[in-house]
């Protein structure tokens, strides 16, 4: 096994509930676990930190072994070095937020630090919240904390299990961008639980997708999103992500302008510098077919492509995998137009994508 690696068995009966899974996850960005409510994606992650005692279980995270069943190896949840943030942030109250990130520093076993103590409230933004009783925090301002919490003890891996459930949107939209800045800046590996697709958009660079107590889809991000056997390419959140770089801004038109590994895109404005990387969600709605160029139209962004495959949805819909360039791209079209078009595997065509946003 790869030492990069996280390697996880885990079968569990709960009578209606059986979580039955098998799995290799990188140990490197953030895989999240997505899945409806009672999917397993809580319970696989109680037992990877060792708070669910699976009876049949191996968990190995690159050469550290914390569960082996046949061998009778159970690292008990304190002796494993992660950190873990709940949907309730947890805070001890009796503490200041300063003595709450100092309780974690003083728990630290590892010799070396993966993250600064000073790091943590850097990226977090929570310098001038350290005099604060938790109390006196938002719900917003709780979770941040939590976080930090968990980063100072310097943890191999970091699990977070839907920390956005408990605050509203515009919370949820304000905290994002923190979230965002640690995949950026940690090497740290994080799994992240939730059920909300903006947040798989926004923040994942691997994807598990559960149901049932089952893994019925596993891989990179934009691999999984759009497989026509997996189970996201057909509902009507169905979109790609693309990996872009800001490269100019058109401030007459409120535009910004990316490039990605296959061409140039023209995007909503975007307050960032040129050289920016870019998260470019588009949706498998906003994206047409057309057999030939299209001439005096208002869509901006018309890129040659190349059909892969052809899927029907049944209720007269059909999805269209599309790559273009190095990417591929999701369209959803009416089975009358798959067939007046004749789509079908390595045909020349143009994606003309009707909208595009930035999620990240």
Not at 1 to 7: G, P, T
Not at 114 to 130: C, Y
Not at 234 to 242: F, G, I, L, P, Q
Request: net charge neutral; charged share 20%.
């Amino acid at each position: 096994m790869s030492a990069s690696e996280l390697k996880a068995r885990f079968k569990l009966n709960y009578g209606e509930f059986d979580l039955d899974l098998d799995l290799s996850l990188p140990v490197a960005g953030v895989t999240v676990f997505y899945g409806h409510s009672g999917s397993g994606k809580t319970t696989l992650l109680r037992c990877i930190a060792g708070l669910e005692h699976a009876p049949y279980g191996y968990l190995r995270i690159g050469d550290t072994l914390w569960q082996d069943s046949e061998r009778g190896v159970f690292l008990p949840t304190h002796r494993r070095n992660l950190g873990y943030v709940f949907q309730d942030a947890n805070l001890f109250p009796h503490l200041s937020v300063r003595a709450n990130l100092d309780y974690a520093v003083r728990r630290m076993r590892c010799r070396e630090r993966k993250i600064s103590l000073q790091q943590a409230i850097e990226l977090l933004a929570i310098a001038p919240l350290l005099a604060r009783m938790p109390e006196r925090l938002s719900g917003g301002e709780r979770q941040r904390v939590a976080i930090a919490r968990a980063l100072a003890a310097s943890p191999d891996i970091l699990l977070m299990d839907e920390p956005l459930a408990a605050l509203d949107e515009e919370r949820k939209q304000e905290f994002l961008p923190y979230l965002t800045g640690l995949q950026q800046n940690l090497r740290i590996p994080i799994l992240y639980v939730t059920h909300s697709r903006h947040e798989v958009n926004r923040l994942a660079d691997h994807l598990l997708v559960m149901a049932a107590g089952k893994a019925v889809a596993c891989g990179p991000l934009a691999e999984t999103l759009t497989r026509l056997d997996g189970p996201l390419a057909a509902d009507r959140m169905a979109a790609s992500v693309w990996q872009g770089r800001l490269v100019s801004h058109e401030a007459d038109y409120h535009l910004s302008h990316a490039e990605f590994a296959g061409g140039n895109l023209s995007l909503p404005y975007l307050d960032a510098k040129p050289g920016s990387p870019v998260r470019i969600r588009i949706y498998a709605r906003d994206v047409s077919i057309a057999l030939q160029p299209p001439q005096a139209s208002s869509i901006l962004n018309v890129l040659p492509a190349e059909v892969r495959a052809v899927a029907d949805l049944g209720q007269g819909q059909s999805v269209v995998q599309l790559a273009a360039g190095g990417e591929i791209l999701l369209s959803h079209i009416t089975q009358k137009s798959a067939a007046l078009l004749k789509l079908a595997p390595g045909m020349p065509v143009f994606a003309q994508i009707k909208g595009t946003s930035i999620v990240g």
